[in-house]
């Protein structure tokens, strides 16, 4: 079965509480109780909040282009995997490199295109999950 966990945070990444938590743990917990032939993996936007020892161990997979409304948005895709599960960073600095991960003016319109991002990410990464899990999502 392949699981994917879409969320706004994830420990170790980045987090401000219970949400960060569960995205940080769960999907392990998840894969190791599934075992191998499972594939469980998470999406976040990549915040300049994310520790600088995990962003240089960051792998590129491909920039592209995601509409939104009227606007073309720049988006990276980066990954890194941890505990035998694949996360995923989807990276724009207009909307994700802020002082905090919320409270912002526009977080209906970041968190669009982050919705958005993600599901334009999908053939990006050849990756189609049977189950999308969005938790807490805004």
């Known amino acids: ?32 109780a599934m075992g191998e032939g499972n594939d469980v993996r998470v999406v976040m936007p990549m915040y ?21 409304s009227w606007r073309q948005q720049f988006c990276g895709i980066w990954s890194i995997v941890r505990e035998g599960v694949t996360y995923y960073f989807i990276d724009n600095e207009y909307y994700f490199k ?25 053939p990006v990464i050849d990756y189609f999950p049977d189950v999308l899990h969005a938790n807490d999502w805004q």
């Open 48 to 68: 300049s909040q994310i520790k600088t020892k995990f962003k240089e161990s960051l792998k590129h997979i491909k920039d592209i282009t995601v509409t939104l």
């Open 98 to 122: 802020r002082g905090s991960m919320y409270g912002n003016f526009d977080d209906g319109e970041r968190f669009a295109f982050f919705s958005k991002a993600i599901i334009e990410m999908l």
């Open 1 to 32: 079965m392949k699981i994917l966990f879409a969320g706004s945070e994830a420990v170790p990444f980045a987090s401000s509480g219970g949400l960060g938590d569960v995205l940080g743990s769960l999907p392990i917990s998840l894969k190791q």
